[in-house]
Nanobody, 117 residues
Framework: QVQLVESGGGLVQPGGSLRLSCLAS????????IGWYRQPPGKERQLVARIGTSGDTNYLDSVKGRVTISRDGAKNTVYLQMSSLKPEDTAVYYC???????????WGQGTHVTVSS
C-alpha cells in the first residue's frame, strides 16, 4: 500500500522558514516524480516544486529563490525547504508521487502552513 505522509507544517511569522517532509512508503521515491503542491484557502491547488527521477527540479515562479526541493533516497523522503515566507504562502501543502511508468498518482493528506504575524 502506497502512503505519502507530510509533516513539518505550522504557524510561522513572515520572513521565517519551514522544512516540510514527505515520507513515502510502498514505493521507491527516487523512481517517481515527486511534487509539492499547495492549495491556499478558497483557491485551486497549484504545483510549487517538483523533482524528477534524475534529480531535475522545477519551481513555481513566485517561490523561486525561496524554496528548495530535495530528496533523501536512504530515508525515502522528499523535502521542501521554504524560507522568506510570505502570508501568500499560507496554504495546505500536499505531496504527490507520480509513476514515470504507469503515470499513476498518489497524494498525501496535506500539512497546513500558516504565515502570519
Amino acid at each position: 500500500q502506497v502512503q505519502l505522509v507530510e509533516s513539518g507544517g505550522g504557524l510561522v511569522q513572515p520572513g521565517g522558514s519551514l522544512r516540510l517532509s514527505c515520507l513515502a512508503s510502498g514505493i521507491i521515491a527516487s523512481t517517481y516524480v515527486i511534487g509539492w503542491y499547495r492549495q491556499p484557502p478558497g483557491k485551486e491547488r497549484q504545483l510549487v516544486a517538483r523533482i524528477g527521477t534524475s534529480g531535475d527540479t522545477n519551481y513555481l515562479d513566485s517561490v523561486k529563490g525561496r524554496v528548495t526541493i530535495s530528496r533523501d533516497g536512504a530515508k525515502n523522503t522528499v523535502y521542501l525547504q521554504m524560507s522568506s515566507l510570505k502570508p501568500e504562502d499560507t496554504a495546505v501543502y500536499y505531496c504527490n508521487a507520480q509513476s514515470v511508468v504507469t503515470r499513476r498518482n498518489y497524494w498525501g493528506q496535506g500539512t497546513h502552513v500558516t504565515v502570519s504575524s
